[in-house]
Structure formats: structure tokens, C-alpha cells
């Protein structure tokens, strides 16, 4: 799960470093808490009771005063963020923030006043025309890239792999390649042009001056 592949970046930072300030972004409508609460259970769930780690409200507050605030992308929640400071931002799911141009924008002064970073994760977006996309090619370029697909995780079976492909449509659907090889493609659905297929682009040669005389 991508969410808590994020998350459980973020834990250690907070456990190791006294009063470190996270804030995590997801596109979620309502009901924030509920969303965050089952992917924290997942994460913490060998965790020692003296670590002190709990969900209060939409924040995660360790014992040592670090603390991970939780907000939706969607509605502009995000607003409340304005003034604060934070050492790791994470935007997961961001190829799917409408606003995310916006969004990266505002957040570049509550990095700065703590010398933090900014993370973006999430599975491909449904049009090459998202405003990840320019993030994930400027990533690229200067090394903080990081790729992981379905191939790539472990504790995945062939057979889930087949049936997961299957549902999707097969592995060459672009469902499939968007949400599970990361690939950057337009849904089919989507496209202006369903059918279109790239082997149809073709390189035509001028017709010689007599050919063209003999029309």
C-alpha cells in the first residue's frame, strides 16, 4: 500500500529525532481520521506500548514531541497549514491532487523555515498531461527518482500478480501498466481518440515532381 509505504518512511525520522514535524497530504474528501486511523493500526501494530505513539484527532504524537498532522488535499483543507513548519512534507497519491501545482506551491515556505523536504508518491495518473508528470521527469534528472512496481514487491504471489492482472484487463491493459508497473499512459477511456494506437504514426515520403505532374 503505497499510503503506508510513506508512513512508515516518515516513522523512524520521528522516533529518532525529538520534536520533528511531518505533515502528510492525501487526497481524501471527509472523513480523514477514519481513513488514517486503519492504515496506522496496520503500521503500528508491533509496536511497543512505551513508545508513547497515538492518534490524537488527525495528528500522530510520539512521546519524544515529534508529531505527524494529517490532512485532506481535496476542499483546500490543506489551507490550515499556512504559518507552520515542517521538516518532511509528503504528498501521497499526488498524481491524482487536481490542484497539485498550487498545492507544492504554498507548501514551499512551511519547508523552508525548517530546512525540510518534499516527498511525492503515488501510482501513475490517468493522463500524461497531470502535473506530476513534470515532477516525476524533473525527479528523474537529478537522481530522486524512486520506482517500485507489482514485480518488484516480495510479498506479493505469482498468483496474486496473475489475478490482479487478470481483473485489470491483462497485463498490456492500461489499467494495469498505470496502477501496477507505474507506466505513464492515458486511460483508453480517457484518450480523445480511443482506438488511436501509436504504431499508426508513420513517416510519408514526398512525391517526385513527375508523380505529382501526372495527377
Request: charged share 25%; glycine share 6%.
Amino acid at each position: 500500500d503505497i499510503y503506508t509505504l510513506s508512513l512508515h518512511d516518515a516513522l523512524p525520522i520521528c522516533i529518532k529525532t525529538d520534536n520533528f514535524k511531518v505533515i502528510y497530504i492525501a487526497p481524501v474528501k471527509e472523513k480523514l481520521k477514519d481513513f488514517i486511523t486503519p492504515i496506522i493500526e496496520t503500521i503500528l501494530i508491533d509496536c511497543p506500548p512505551e513508545a508513547k505513539i497515538n492518534l490524537v484527532g488527525t495528528n500522530l504524537e510520539f512521546g519524544n514531541g515529534s508529531v505527524i498532522s494529517f490532512y485532506g488535499a481535496v476542499n483546500e483543507s490543506y489551507q490550515h497549514i499556512r504559518g507552520s513548519a515542517a521538516g518532511l512534507v509528503i504528498i501521497d497519491e499526488a498524481g491524482f491532487v487536481d490542484n497539485l501545482e498550487q498545492l507544492v506551491g504554498m507548501i514551499q515556505p512551511v519547508l523552508l523555515r525548517a530546512d525540510g523536504f518534499l516527498v511525492l508518491s503515488s501510482s501513475s495518473p490517468v493522463s500524461g498531461d497531470h502535473p506530476f508528470c513534470e515532477y516525476i521527469e524533473k525527479a528523474q534528472k537529478e537522481g530522486w527518482y524512486f520506482i517500485s512496481t507489482i514485480d518488484d514487491d516480495e510479498t506479493v504471489t505469482d498468483l496474486q500478480r496473475e489475478t490482479w492482472a487478470r481483473e485489470m484487463g491483462g497485463r498490456n491493459s492500461t489499467s494495469f501498466r498505470r496502477e501496477f508497473l507505474c507506466e505513464i499512459l492515458t486511460e483508453t477511456e480517457r484518450a480523445i481518440i480511443p482506438e488511436w494506437k501509436d504504431e499508426y504514426i508513420q513517416t510519408l515520403k514526398p512525391r517526385s515532381e513527375e508523380h505529382t505532374s501526372e495527377l
